[in-house]
């Protein structure tokens, strides 16, 4: 069966998720190199920070192979880039690879490239198609999106609950509410991300390590802390070897400051209202650290103050099969005057993980961007 130009697209996206957890910060891209007569020459898929991109990494699997790619057509989910970074112009690889088209689902937003690539490729006489698949690579990069457009990371706030809504007893107890399948998802959500945020009420009950370890990974994601007096343990389970941690206080504590910065923690101060951090200038911050995708698993007081501040863009929920009654709930806000102020949500998908219910439900419109 001969492929066709949808089925090359489809393949170049299916390699672009390849790299979801491995790529971090740079964006997940694919590339499939195709022949004049629709066979497929090369594959690649970005690599992690510093390595090679995806048109170099197939252009490499064609060379690997002994296969020509002069006059081929590149299929690549995001444009080719144009600039000097970590590695070198993509689009340059490609001018002088010879192939004759290059087809490009999604212009790359980062303003140093930002259609440079493509009018690089054009005005070296190659064609350009510019579009198909463009919606699934801007849902699979939305962080990267997010942050160069609006300098703000994709916020994600993951929470597991019972059916009616509870988090954990009054008595704090949490573990566990979902299943097994459940946390292992939650775990591959975590691999996804740049950066994993928690507050410091959830690490001084629970003294959790916030890293993946349920599902394989080639990188584990920072470590974000709201932490406002810097009461964090030195001895926290947090502090493991290979991740950056992150910590946001309000009130100036320079002698613990000393201390966190020696087990390798970085400390910003970013005091806002009621002697509490500044949580949308903590987010710029964290856009300025290359932080694309923010993963949010906290208690109710700091996920309800983000909700309030309009801080968060999309919400992956767990719900088991269970109730609660008396006990926390899943977010602290409000109280509110009327039904117009409620949080709108979009509902994306809703899945059974196992015995629970996943459900991701967006920020009505905090991904019109």
Same mark, same amino acid.
């Given at each position: ?13 299916? $390699? ?16 499939? %190199? ?7 020459? &090369? $594959? &690649? ?52 690879? !010879? ?19 493509? #009018?690089?490729?054009?005005?070296? !006489?190659?064609?350009?198609?510019? &579009? ?8 699979? /990069? ?24 509870? +988090?954990? %007893?009054? /008595? ?9 399948? #459940? ?13 994993? $945020?928690?507050?410091?009420? +959830? ?13 394989? +990974? ?15 343990? %030195? ?6 070897? !290979? ?11 320079? #002698? @613990? ?16 209202? /009621? @002697? ?7 987010? @710029? ?8 995708? $923010? ?8 996920? &309800? ?18 109730? %609660? ?45």
């Amino acid at each position: 069966m001969k492929l066709e130009s949808a089925d090359f697209i489809q393949q170049t996206i299916e $390699l672009a998720q390849a790299a979801l957890k491995l790529s971090s910060p740079n964006p997940r891209v694919g590339c499939v %190199l195709v022949s004049g007569g629709g066979g497929i020459l &090369g $594959l &690649g898929h970005t690599q992690q920070v510093g390595g090679p991109h995806a048109e170099v990494m197939a252009l490499r699997d064609a060379a690997q192979k002994g296969l020509s790619v002069q006059g081929a057509t590149a299929y690549v989910t995001l444009e080719p880039c144009s600039h000097q970074g970590r590695t070198g112009p993509c689009c340059d690889v490609l001018i002088a690879s !010879g192939i004759k088209k290059v087809v490009v689902s999604i212009q790359d937003p980062n303003p140093l490239v930002a259609g440079q690539g493509i #009018a690089r490729l054009r005005a070296a !006489g190659i064609e350009v198609e510019v &579009g198909p698949g463009a919606a699934a690579s801007r849902e699979l /990069n939305i962080g990267f999106f997010s942050r160069m457009i609006r300098k703000s990371p994709w916020v994600r706030m993951k929470m597991a609950a019972s059916l009616d809504g509870k +988090t954990a %007893l009054l /008595n704090g107890q949490s573990q566990w509410i979902t299943g097994e399948a #459940a946390r292992a998802d939650g775990h591959a959500w975590r691999a996804r991300s740049c950066a994993v $945020l928690t507050g410091i009420g +959830t690490v001084l009950q629970d003294n959790p390590r916030l890293d993946v370890r349920l599902v394989d +990974t080639p990188r584990q994601p920072h470590l974000v802390l709201v932490d406002s007096r810097l009461e964090t343990p %030195l001895d926290a389970h947090l502090f493991i070897a !290979g991740r950056a941690v992150y910590i946001y206080a309000a009130e100036q504590n320079d #002698a @613990k400051k000393a201390g966190l910065e020696a087990r390798g923690a970085s400390v910003t101060y970013l005091p806002g209202p /009621n @002697k509490k951090v500044d949580l949308a200038a903590m987010l @710029k911050d964290l856009a300025r650290r290359e932080i694309n995708e $923010l993963h949010v698993e906290a208690g109710h007081k700091l996920s &309800g103050s983000l909700i309030a501040a309009g801080l968060v863009d999309e919400l992956l929920l767990y719900l088991a099969p269970k109730l %609660l009654g008396e006990a926390q709930g899943m977010a602290s806000f409000g109280p509110l005057q009327s039904l117009e102020q409620a949080t709108q949500l979009r509902f994306i998908s809703t899945e059974m993980v196992g015995e629970d219910l996943r459900i991701r439900a967006a920020i009505a419109g905090r991904d019109q961007f």
